[in-house]
């Protein structure tokens, strides 16, 4: 370092965005040399006539250490759980383990095709049994089926098979139940099985309001979706009567599988009088979450409900392990059996744990969120001020009613501290909601990172609120218009070349 150089500066630097690949090229930039041709020359033009294109693709023209440097550069500013903390609640992102990204690129699973003889596939099968008793013996149901793609999958998945139960008795019954705090999936869910939503209220501790559940129930209820313990975080207190309820007018009662991850080897859907339950592997399984996919939401069910589940699945035999179609089958919902992949990674990840460790697991995210809660509950509103379980539901309404800071601007200002922001706005029942979920593979040291941002962010909105509008300010794209970003949306780069 040269002397005298001036190295102070007010706080972190904004990280660069760099120039977009295109800005890079150049007419005599090559990634690579072609060989010299082998085969007879084509013209392409006359080859291609039927495909000839208007104008010519706009490729960028650069090397190949602009390449990498480029896509190097993109994952620096990219965040995710590998890069630092994710306390999205709801959603369960936790650590995916490494070793399970291993397992599942092994040859005898990355390179299988579906269209192989049972035969030459028996190790896969074996492992997809395998993870069906598991997950069987986690929900407490005795039947599973692997191939729906990703939760609200299961959801449609495991609700088609209580509207085949109803149909086969020759009443296909006519609403679900859901409470005011369900996933947004569930309504929506409801609505493409051809079934009407009736909407229940929460009470004043946060669980289903008895007494609106018993005036929602009758003969046309084909089912009750519940989430247990709910987005709230919190376990409802009467999940028994309410299952029982349900029972009484001849419906089904459907859990949302979303929050698993706060009840592993503490209790099971099945034991509480769920009748199906579908089950996130990206979230409590830890297989990656996100990006598109492809994911995996298995769904489990009663032994009523199971002559319905899609096929085929996997059954042992006499001579090994082999494909059955369930006698009263909806149908397939995915094609082939499901997201391999997906499935071995969640496979993996129970086996290296094991009973004892998927306890420890539900344990220690039910802790790390009551730490949380503890520590934040002086600095902002808590609704619900009751022991929670994974994930816990704040309320920014003090900062907005005495400071004119609204939940976005918190979660805005979180990215300058190098915290993702946690889920807001949801569940709706609770105003200028932040809902924070911790999970069970962060420790005590980046917790407590987490609550010293919190607690200084909420200092300076009762100091500078303007510090917060500003928000974020270190990050490569500052704050967007979020009603032009909608309507407007950039999702494409055009060349200057192409105008």
């Known amino acids: 370092m040269s002397e005298g150089m001036d190295v102070s500066f007010d706080g972190p630097r904004p990280r660069e965005v760099g120039r977009l690949i295109f800005e890079k090229s150049t007419s005599c930039a090559r990634c690579t040399e072609m060989p010299a041709l082998d085969v007879p020359d084509v013209d392409l033009d006359t080859a291609l006539a039927h495909r000839t294109r208007l104008e010519p693709p706009a490729l960028p023209e650069v090397t190949e250490v602009d390449i ?11 965040f995710g759980v590998d890069s630092g903390f994710y306390p999205l609640g709801s959603c369960t992102m936790k650590y995916n383990p490494k070793v399970d990204e291993v397992a599942c690129r092994m040859p005898g699973f990355a390179g299988v095709h579906p269209y192989q003889p049972e035969s030459t596939v028996q190790g896969v099968l074996e492992l997809m049994y395998g993870l069906q008793e598991s997950l069987a013996e986690v929900a407490g149901l005795p039947a599973v089926t692997l191939q729906p793609a990703a939760g609200a999958h299961g959801e449609f998945t495991g609700l088609m098979c209580i509207r085949a139960y109803h149909t086969a008795d020759g009443d296909p019954r006519r609403r679900v139940v859901i409470p005011d705090s369900a996933h947004g999936t569930n309504p929506a869910t409801v609505a493409m099985c051809g079934y009407e939503v009736t909407t229940v209220a929460s009470d004043e501790r946060g669980g289903v309001d008895l007494e609106a559940l018993r ?47 706060a009840i592993l080897g503490k209790a099971r859907p099945g034991d509480m009088g769920f009748d199906a339950l579908h089950i996130n592997l990206h979230k409590t399984f830890a297989t990656p979450h996100g990006g598109g996919g492809p994911g995996a939401g298995p769904v489990a069910v009663s032994d009523a409900l199971a ?24 149908g397939r919902v995915k094609a082939f059996y499901g997201n391999v992949g997906v499935l071995v990674r969640a496979y993996a990840y129970i086996r290296a744990l094991g009973a004892a460790g998927l306890t420890d697991v539900s344990e220690q995210a039910v802790i790390s969120a009551n730490y949380l809660k503890e ?53 709706l029942i609770v105003d200028e909601a932040i809902m924070i979920e911790p999970t069970e593979t962060e420790g005590l040291e980046t917790l407590d990172d987490f609550v010293a941002a919190m607690l200084a962010i909420a200092e300076e909105a009762a100091r500078d609120p303007e510090a917060l509008h500003d928000a974020p300010r270190t990050t490569p794209v500052r704050r967007l218009d979020e009603a032009r970003a909608v309507k407007q949306p950039e999702l494409a780069y055009r060349p200057p070349c192409l105008d």
């Open 68 to 78: 990498a440097r480029h896509y190097e550069h993109l994952a620096s500013v990219n």
């Open 307 to 330: 002559p319905f589940l899609p096929g085929p699945v996997v059954s042992p035999g006499e001579s090994g392990f082999t494909l059955v179609t369930p006698s009263r089958t909806i």
């Open 215 to 261: 005036a929602a129930l009758g003969t046309d209820v084909a089912a009750l979706m519940l989430t247990n313990p709910n987005t709230l975080g919190l376990f409802d207190e009467n999940i028994l009567e309410i299952t029982r309820m349900v029972h009484e007018v001849g419906a089904l009662a459907y859990c949302d599988g979303a929050n698993l991850n």
């Open 375 to 427: 520590r934040l509950k002086g600095a902002y509103d808590l609704p619900y001020d009751r022991p929670c379980m994974h994930e816990f539901v704040l309320s920014g309404r003090r900062q907005k009613r005495e400071n004119g800071v609204r939940t976005l601007d918190i979660a805005k200002r979180l990215l300058d501290y190098g915290v993702h922001p946690p889920t807001i706005y949801f569940p």
